[in-house]
């Protein structure tokens, strides 16, 4: 597949998506995971951002003043702040970004393992690096499996779990710093429950719709090198401070 095609067939990916954003169900779920990334992110200021989102921009709450979006083709880039390229070589160059979020595209990118890795690639030393799913556990995940829905999004996606995902930061040398789930709801079509967000949150009930996952690079420890002691040639008897002689 060329990559104009591959391209284009993202950006239809993007634009059908938007139908479940901008219905009940998906703009409570965004709300819901907005609450999750903003404490991340809003005491974070200056530096740059790179947020490779399905649904409307999540970082808006974020002091970071260099704030990028991605897109697959420039007709579905949302603003002149848009990073146009295809998603497994991103146009930047190496540990640049302190936050990057992926927000769904690893459900529905074919290359998806090259992606993340990309995104690990370019996310510095100490930034962040954040990955939105649909949780297979959640109420969603259940109907999902029960009525085989395939055709449209996000019931199209291939869902992994939070543990699944941790796997593959570990591959890209990152390693989990939290998971928190969000969006629990009663049926899948229905807004985010107050009360149940509230208990699902605050014990971290892993039966959300979705769950997000905070990691950063693991820190690579300098080798100890132990110390060796030791003398290349004798040392003279009187070079060892006062000895015992015969006859003293």
């Known amino acids: 597949m060329s990559n104009s095609t591959a391209a284009e067939t993202l950006a239809h990916t993007l634009f059908t998506s938007r139908t479940y954003w901008e219905s009940e169900a998906g703009k409570s779920l965004w709300d819901s995971q907005r609450a ?12 740059h ?52 979020v992926l927000h769904h595209w690893l459900e529905h990118l074919p290359d998806a393992h090259h992606a993340l890795q990309e995104a690990a690639r370019v996310t510095s030393d100490s930034g962040l690096l954040v990955l939105f799913g649909f949780n297979p ?42 998971v928190d789930y969000c969006c629990f709801r009663s049926w899948p079509g229905g807004r985010c429950v107050e009360h149940w967000e509230s208990l699902g949150r605050r014990y971290n009930c892993p039966l959300g719709e979705s769950y997000m996952v905070l990691a950063k690079r693991r820190q690579r420890h300098a080798p100890k090198q132990r110390i060796k002691f030791g003398l290349k040639a004798p040392v003279a008897a009187n070079s060892l401070g006062a000895t015992r002689t015969h006859g003293h």
């Open 36 to 47: 999750c990334l903003g404490p991340l992110v809003d005491s974070r200021s200056g530096g």
């Open 49 to 100: 951002s790179l947020e490779m989102g399905m649904g409307p921009a999540l970082m808006s709450m974020s002091g970071i003043a260099h704030r990028l979006e991605w897109a697959p083709t420039r007709t579905s880039a949302s603003s002149d702040q848009t990073l146009i390229c295809p998603p497994d070589r991103l146009a930047l160059p190496d540990s640049c970004l302190d936050v990057v």
């Open 137 to 178: 556990m959640g109420v969603s995940g259940v109907v999902k499996q029960w009525r085989k829905r395939q055709g449209q999004y996000p019931w199209n996606g291939q869902w992994r779990t939070a543990s699944r995902m941790g796997d593959w930061l570990a591959f890209v040398d990152f390693e989990v710093e939290r």
